[in-house]
């Protein structure tokens, strides 16, 4: 089992190449279910859900090709993958697949749009809540499709294919969203989602369906109409940047101080964040490459936030701001609305230092001057990566075990940190 030693104090300097979007790549890569004509897909990034998807992709009969480099490619420019659904020749989603990917089971929507069947695992994924699947299987319901769970699988039938409906989720939900969107392309007739997902990777993932033949309109509002089509065609898309990762780097340099450009970076995309940084006293910049992020020595300025669906503050980027408000002069507090369960990061910066307590939905994190290294241990995906960034600015050696979970969304998290002064390496038992 990997994990990854750091040893704190220096400040980061130099440029931060942005990745693909994990969150747009995913749904993407599913989409080509559609169509039996070939998906290319540029900058996708190279993470461990990409690969696990592309095993799952291959278990329906998925043919995946990824292209070399090219002359001219940067060293982090993400990979292209030609996919090719030519010939779905099982529409079961097994269980040992899918149960290490929540997103995975989104292949249900294509595989019924096309193929009017499909058994898929009920999810596994982060331990962050419940995060149920009802609002996905009303979508489909609403769309005509029968649906019974036998045995931990959800079982979809739409013998006549599925018939453009008026969908209205009681809450914003993005993978209700997806699944929605993508069920809805080859159903006959008008689709209306109402109070849909307005996440970039929504517009993204119609942007490319509508290359394929689609006809999508309103996506990235609460209100997505789609007129289905006969059949989808193949096209080609590249993956938008990825604000996630952008926005965590972001505050990896608000938290050690130095001064970084995060190339490829679109500040669009995460304007509440920036703001919150800009808030918190980091200097930030937007220019033709991207964003850069500076601070000089001084102190941190604590802030008062909550999470919202896009364009409010992400949820995946509580735990980052968590561990750069640890070192704030003062009283900061953020409240988490999208998932219970998601202060699972809290116990862990608390053995760096960190003064926190919570109270229901809310953390409040009363700043210190200085954060101690620590062995700390990664429970999800984001809470991984507040540990590496509180390990950064902390006195002394961190180690961070269990990083399988950095992998899964960080392309090559401690070579793009060490490239900008960071001392950091992975250590592989």
């Not at 009920?122 to 996905?136: E, H, K």
Request: glycine share 10%.
């Amino acid at each position: 089992m990997d994990r990854i030693r750091i040893v704190g104090g220096s400040k980061l300097n130099g440029t931060i190449a942005i990745s693909g979007a994990k969150n747009a790549a995913l749904p993407l890569m599913i989409a080509t279910l559609l169509t039996e004509e070939t998906l290319i897909l540029d900058n996708v990034p190279r993470l461990a859900d990409v690969a696990q998807l592309q095993r799952i992709l291959g278990n329906h009969g998925v043919d995946i090709m990824s292209a070399g480099k090219r002359p001219g490619d940067g060293q982090y420019q993400g990979q292209t993958l030609h996919i090719s659904a030519a010939n779905i020749i099982d529409t079961t989603a097994p269980y040992e697949l899918v149960s290490r990917m929540r997103a995975s089971f989104w292949v249900i929507a294509p595989l019924l749009a096309r193929m009017h069947e499909a058994k898929v695992s009920l999810p596994g994924g982060c331990a962050i809540g419940t995060r149920p699947v009802d609002l996905l299987i009303m979508a489909l319901e609403k769309l005509g499709a029968e649906l019974t769970i036998d045995g931990g699988y959800v079982v979809a039938k739409a013998p006549g294919g599925l018939r453009g409906a008026a969908i209205d989720f009681p809450r914003v939900t993005v993978s209700g969203t997806h699944v929605a969107l993508m069920a809805a392309t080859l159903a006959k007739g008008t689709t209306v989602i109402s109070n849909a997902a307005c996440e970039p990777e929504i517009t993204d993932v119609a942007d490319c369906l509508n290359k394929m033949g689609a006809c999508i309109s309103g996506a990235g509002t609460p209100r997505i109409t789609v007129e289905g089509v006969e059949k989808l065609h193949g096209a080609r898309h590249t993956v938008l940047p990825d604000r996630i990762e952008a926005g965590t780097y972001a505050m990896a340099v608000a938290m050690t101080g130095g001064d970084v450009q995060l190339s490829g970076a679109r500040p669009e995309l995460l304007r509440s964040a920036l703001d919150v940084l800009a808030q918190a006293g980091a200097d930030i910049t937007v220019n033709n490459d991207g964003i850069r992020v500076a601070r000089n020595g001084a102190r941190i300025k604590p802030v008062t936030v909550s999470t919202a669906p896009f364009p409010g503050f992400p949820t995946d980027l509580q735990a980052q701001l968590m561990a750069l408000m640890a070192c704030a002069r003062g009283s900061s507090q953020i409240t988490e609305t999208i998932f219970e369960n998601r202060f699972m990061h809290v116990q862990e910066l608390a053995r760096f230092g960190a003064r926190i307590s919570l109270d229901g939905e809310t953390a409040t994190i009363d700043g210190i001057e200085k954060l101690r290294g620590a062995p700390v241990m990664a429970t999800d995906l984001r809470a991984s990566v507040s540990l590496v960034i509180a390990g950064l600015a902390a006195e002394g050696e961190t180690m961070v075990n269990r990083i399988y979970h950095l992998d899964r969304g960080f392309e090559r998290l401690e070579e793009k940190l060490s490239a900008c002064g960071a001392l950091i390496q992975r250590i592989s038992d």
